[in-house]
């Protein structure tokens, strides 16, 4: 009876035909339908081109209490204090980009880029490593951050 089972275990191949026809059916029809899709551009969203309303430079600077001194390049004046504490966004952004900046092998001279778009939209780009933020997918809040940068150069 043994020799049996061992016989009757060597003629079953393990999967049936029909998986195995299902499968590459399935293979098939995504192909196809990625294909299709890549060159109707179905489903592709674009976002639209936008001009700069505003732009700053910006130098963000430690200071000896553990705040920041956020200051425009152009001429050095004093925008804003981050109080020593405070505004965590600002200060995880600007030490991720400070981060990136080191590993590259550049200094703190060149000015940080703040673009204030038409359409609402704020953006922070490093033009030395080409990194740049849009700020508004952090949050309303978080762009607004930012945003009082503008709102703080026209009262100067």
């Known amino acids: 009876m043994s020799e049996l089972s061992v016989k009757g275990n060597?003629?079953?191949t393990g999967v049936p035909r029909a998986l195995l026809l299902g499968a590459l059916a399935l293979v098939i029809v995504t192909?196809?339908?990625?294909?299709?899709?890549?060159?109707t551009e179905v489903?592709?969203?674009r976002m639209p081109t936008s001009t700069a309303v505003a732009t700053?430079?910006?130098r963000f600077d430690d200071l000896d209490d553990g705040g920041v001194a956020v200051r425009n390049a152009a001429d050095?004046?004093?925008?804003?204090k981050v109080?020593?504490?405070?505004?965590?966004?600002?200060?995880?952004?600007?030490r991720g980009l400070a981060r990136e900046r080191v590993r590259s092998g550049v200094g703190a001279a060149e000015p940080?880029?703040?673009t204030h778009w038409s359409d609402g939209t704020i953006s922070l780009q490093d033009e030395t490593s080409g990194r740049r933020l849009d700020l508004d997918a952090f949050?309303?809040?978080n762009a607004g951050a930012f945003a009082q940068f503008f709102a703080t150069k026209e009262q100067q």
């Open 76 to 80: 050095g004046s004093l925008l804003y």
């Open 83 to 94: 109080e020593p504490g405070t505004n965590g966004f600002i200060r995880a952004t600007m």
């Open 43 to 45: 489903g592709v969203s």
């Open 31 to 39: 192909i196809m339908g990625s294909g299709f899709a890549r060159f």
């Open 10 to 12: 060597a003629d079953h």
């Open 112 to 114: 940080f880029k703040l």
């Open 139 to 141: 949050g309303p809040t």
């Open 56 to 58: 700053l430079l910006l």
